[in-house]
């Protein structure tokens, strides 16, 4: 793993941060889990876009799908969720230019057998990787990897495929840049409005 310039201990912070919050009111058990990289870690009021669930957000800055293995037995199984909303795989690409999209997608599917394994009973979603502008020479290969892990779930029980690039395209069919912040990367508010629309009918009551 020496390849990857985000190595799990650089994390560490912010697993630790989680975890001092956890001792000081541990979350509802039940309840849904957003796991993944800064698309969620930076949708901080998440809850409010979701009235009448309650919503855990374990999303960390950076984290790659080897990440969220690395940690599940400390952000994922001790909140035995009843639901699993996933978005992550997008840096896998970025940080390391030759990964391919079934590598990215083998990652995946290795998350969800361990998610199966300890949670049997919880459903799980994952979020398509968004297009952002500014990392346009891996929209091929995220392309590839949605498909992947769309098939990869049209297969598994209580599991979905959730597909937010659609919303995300103008009348005309393009990216949209005006969701995005300047750095062309992280969502505005009105990015992640577009994507309550379209995750919302997923979550489980």
Request: charged fraction near 20%; proline fraction near 4%.
């Amino acid at each position: 793993h020496a390849a990857y310039s985000q190595s799990n201990a650089s994390f560490a912070g912010e697993i630790a941060a989680f975890q001092h919050s956890d001792s000081i009111t541990f979350p509802p058990r039940h309840a849904i889990l957003f796991v993944g990289s800064s698309s969620f870690r930076k949708w901080t009021d998440v809850q409010d876009y979701f009235p009448g669930y309650t919503i855990i957000n374990r999303g960390f800055d950076g984290s790659q799908l080897e990440n969220v293995i690395y940690y599940a037995g400390k952000i994922i199984y001790p909140y035995d969720p009843k639901q699993v909303i996933i978005y992550c795989g997008d840096n896998d690409f970025a940080y390391d230019t030759t990964v391919t999209a079934e590598t990215v997608a083998g990652r995946f599917k290795e998350l969800f057998f361990l998610i199966r394994q300890h949670l049997p009973n919880a459903n799980i979603g994952f979020v398509s990787i968004k297009f952002s502008p500014s990392r346009k020479q891996f929209w091929d290969k995220m392309r590839e990897t949605n498909k992947l892990v769309s098939q990869f779930l049209s297969k598994k029980k209580n599991a979905e495929f959730i597909d937010v690039t659609k919303a995300m395209l103008d009348e005309n069919g393009n990216i949209r840049t005006d969701i995005y912040q300047n750095d062309m990367l992280h969502l505005k508010p009105s990015g992640y409005k577009l994507w309550q629309k379209v995750i919302a009918p997923y979550l489980l009551k």
